[in-house]
């Protein structure tokens, strides 16, 4: 029997997937990052994006069409796990986005997404912190083509995008069709982080890989279909992936005898 369509669609963003396995590997991502030759996008896949890799032809189009994608969270190290394979460091994009943005001191920036105040706080963060020029900020309620825009009129060298899945990578796919050279990156929840709307969990719960659930506790209603509806979901598709796939991909380990 063929394969769901939805299991094509993980193998495909699973083969997008760089695995950044040392922090010197991580730290030369960030180097190529700073100086991209043309539109470039980076994106972060978690749990929630492979339950909308699932369900979203359309969100995975725009996913897999990313430049560089990365592994985000313990979900996906799962998963990996699961299927044999090694899943390198947490690129999580509340830790790697801030990295950089203070890669890009003294460089135009454009901030677009969550809204006021966490959005003007996020600005203010962001001139303090990082030291970078905005040139650009807006909320992330508008049509795409608005946004394509404000690209074309301010020509940013960084774009953050914080407007959650699926929106923003469709705007990001979109971006690269137009813009020129700059690196656009697909930021979920982290204008709201950096503008002080969402607390970060404490070290020692991210070490256990249980900020999802210190936010749940914070955001119970926001993130209920996310986390207490999409974690069980996505466990359960890891399994009947892994089974009706391992035998097809290289360097998995099958369970059975």
Not at 205 to 225: C, D, H, M, S, Y
């Amino acid at each position: 029997m063929d394969d769901h369509p939805w299991q094509r669609r993980w193998t495909a963003v699973i083969d997008r997937l760089q695995v950044i396995e040392q922090p010197t590997q991580e730290q030369a991502l960030l180097e190529a990052l700073t100086t991209p030759r043309q539109a470039t996008v980076l994106a972060f896949v978690n749990a929630h994006a492979m339950n909308l890799v699932a369900a979203n032809d359309g969100f995975h189009k725009a996913l897999v069409a990313a430049d560089v994608v990365l592994r985000d969270g313990s979900g996906m190290a799962i998963l990996f796990r699961r299927l044999g394979l090694e899943p390198g460091l947490n690129m999580n994009g509340t830790d790697f986005i801030p990295r950089l943005l203070a890669a890009y001191a003294g460089r135009r920036v454009a901030l677009w997404g969550t809204r006021d105040p966490a959005l003007a706080q996020a600005a203010q963060h962001c001139e303090r912190r990082f030291g970078v020029r905005l040139v650009s900020l807006h909320d992330g309620f508008a049509e795409l083509d608005h946004y394509l825009a404000l690209a074309a009129e301010y020509q940013p060298e960084l774009i953050v995008l914080g407007m959650g899945m699926p929106k923003q990578e469709a705007l990001a796919a979109r971006l690269a069709d137009v813009a020129g050279p700059c690196l656009i990156v697909c930021g979920g929840a982290i204008l709201d982080f950096l503008g002080g709307r969402v607390a970060r969990a404490p070290q020692w719960v991210r070490r256990l890989g249980a900020e999802w659930l210190f936010r749940l506790i914070k955001e119970p209603r926001r993130l209920f279909v996310r986390y207490v509806l999409g974690n069980p979901s996505f466990l359960l598709r890891t399994l009947m992936y892994r089974k009706k796939t391992a035998a097809a991909r290289p360097g998995m380990v099958d369970d059975e005898p």
